[in-house]
């Protein structure tokens, strides 16, 4: 860490500092202010609303969407691009991220129903009664 601040500091022209330091206190207040209750509160919601043997499951879908979403938020916004140059952000970054967001909801309703089918299997085999042939002597 302190190699990383030495070369930031001593390329200074190169690495702005100030706005390296702005970043990186700006994120963590970010973080700390923002996203952290933010998934707090989701997570109360989905306790709340999720029974608890498929909530793994939309935990899962949700911290997966949660991730896709803040690493493809710069595309999507354009952030990232050059003046002047089209190829440098060349597809449709928003309607790729609904995309995959869709998948990821698609493939976590199935996961679900799978779930919760498997689980009304067993339970109505658990009260099914045990029925066993006749036992037949000749």
């Known amino acids: 860490m302190i190699f990383g601040i030495a070369g930031t500091l001593d390329e200074a022209p190169r690495t702005h500092p100030a706005n390296f330091a702005l970043w990186f206190v700006g994120s963590g207040l970010a973080h700390d202010v923002l996203l952290a209750p933010a998934i707090f509160v989701l997570a109360i919601a989905v306790g709340r609303a999720v029974p608890s043997r498929v909530r793994p499951l939309v935990q899962a879908g949700l911290i997966v969407a949660g991730s896709v979403t803040i690493v493809a ?10 003046q002047g140059n089209p190829s440098a952000l060349p597809r449709n970054y928003g309607a790729g991220l609904l995309i995959v967001l869709s998948t990821i909801a698609v493939v976590t309703a199935l996961a679900v129903w799978r779930r919760m089918r498997r689980f009304r ?3 109505e085999a658990a009260n099914t009664p045990n029925r066993t042939a006749p036992n037949h002597r000749d």
Not at 73 to 82: D, E, K, S
Request: glycine residues 24%; aromatic residues 0%; hydrophobic residues 55%.
């Open 121 to 123: 299997v067993s339970a």
């Open 73 to 82: 938020l710069p595309l999507v916004l354009g952030r990232g691009g050059a």
